[in-house]
């Protein structure tokens, strides 16, 4: 049993001694205190966290309490001097550490979420994936882990990595993963998700993953991901790409097939036909409340038009909110509405289609041309 306990101590990386008053009456534990000691001596990456329970971290390294001292007087009698000597010097490297001293006002809870949270830590440090030596790496490194801001924000973000085969996308990725994932409460990198979705239920994957990481902060890195379908469907344009990724999110395959098909169904130059797929899926208020914002809106403040939408009965807080979740609008740092032209280009058409040659019928009027026109035919234009 003794082989057994030592052998167990050495292929163990990491060790929470729980020292307690009563623990120096222990040859037991001492004696694997030692072997805890001079593994860890060795530098071979072995940790030591110890917890002090009810004696403090000074009366562990200096052992002049009553009760050590008759503890080893004890043992003096039974074992040679130079044992005695090594657990001595275990208990004071031990209690030279730092750790953690439960007290009556440091609850056990309290200690044994640090601890658990420190475990992880190294944990997560002792096992890093493994990346192909890149020349010029760093530089990528950097850009990504400023794009990810995962220090100083608590919001959702989602950065992707575009590029051909074979060109450093995934050895990017674990690097990023190997710097950043200590961060986080808990981390996963995910590989060949390409051919998980193609064979498991994706949904029930999704239910499962969104349950386990709902309350925590987490970095989730999916590798080979296929995009290019939808990278290609939107002609590469950066605000089509954007659009359409917002309002994929969370929709299951049938869903993404669905889009897929009708954005490829669209000529490549017909920019505003592939925005109003977004524009489509909006509910009546919400696609009134981005006909507004397209024609009077954009740079103005949001407090009056809300007064108006909710008196007409748009329910403006979640629609704008939904508008805001479908990247279709942003709100600037003064309150104000904002809006990519290509957007505001395609609220003023869908208004503009319905009567293109008589204004005077159309919903809204924003031009001062066709304003004055109006009032001076009296409304028969």
């Not at 420190?118 to 760093?138: C, F, M, P």
């Not at 590469?236 to 929709?251: D, E, H, M, Q, T």
Request: with cysteine; charged share 25%.
């Amino acid at each position: 049993m003794e082989h057994f306990l030592l052998r167990a101590i050495v292929e163990t990386k990491i060790y929470v001694p729980i020292i307690s008053p009563k623990y120096v009456d222990s040859r037991w534990c001492l004696q694997e205190l030692a072997k805890m000691v001079e593994c860890w001596k060795l530098g071979k990456g072995h940790v030591i966290l110890p917890i002090f329970y009810f004696v403090a971290p000074s009366e562990v390294k200096k052992q002049e309490s009553v009760g050590f001292k008759s503890a080893f007087k004890l043992y003096g009698e039974k074992f040679d001097a130079a044992t005695i000597g090594q657990w001595k010097e275990a208990l004071k490297q031990v209690g030279e550490m730092k750790g953690w001293h439960v007290t009556e006002h440091v609850g056990q809870g309290t200690v044994i979420n640090e601890v658990f949270v420190q475990i992880e830590s190294h944990l997560r440090n002792s096992y890093k994936l493994a990346t192909d030596e890149l020349v010029g790496i760093n530089s990528h490194v950097e850009k990504m882990k400023k794009l990810l801001n995962h220090v100083d924000s608590a919001s959702q973000k989602i950065v992707g990595i575009h590029g051909m085969s074979g060109t450093g996308k995934t050895t990017i990725a674990k690097a990023v993963y190997n710097e950043v994932s200590a961060q986080f409460d808990q981390s996963c990198f995910m590989e060949d998700v390409r051919r998980i979705l193609s064979t498991e239920n994706v949904g029930e994957g999704i239910n499962i993953i969104r349950d386990r990481v709902c309350r925590h902060k987490v970095l989730i890195v999916l590798d080979d991901v296929e995009s290019e379908k939808f990278v290609e469907a939107a002609s590469r344009l950066p605000i089509a790409l954007k659009v359409i990724g917002s309002l994929l999110f969370r929709r299951d395959m049938k869903f993404w097939d669905a889009k897929l098909a009708e954005l490829r169904s669209i000529h490549p130059t017909k920019v505003q036909e592939r925005l109003r797929i977004s524009y489509n899926e909006l509910t009546y208020y919400e696609k009134q409340i981005f006909l507004d914002i397209a024609c009077f809106f954009v740079g103005e403040g949001k407090e009056i038009p809300f007064y108006m939408w909710d008196g007409c009965g748009y329910h403006p807080e979640g629609g704008i909110d939904s508008l805001l979740m479908k990247s279709l609008i942003k709100i600037n740092e003064k309150n104000q509405f904002w809006m990519h032209d290509h957007f505001r280009r395609l609220g003023e058409h869908i208004v503009h289609e319905d009567y293109p040659q008589q204004s005077f019928k159309r919903s809204r009027i924003w031009s001062n041309e066709d304003a004055l026109e109006i009032l001076r035919s009296g409304g028969q234009v």
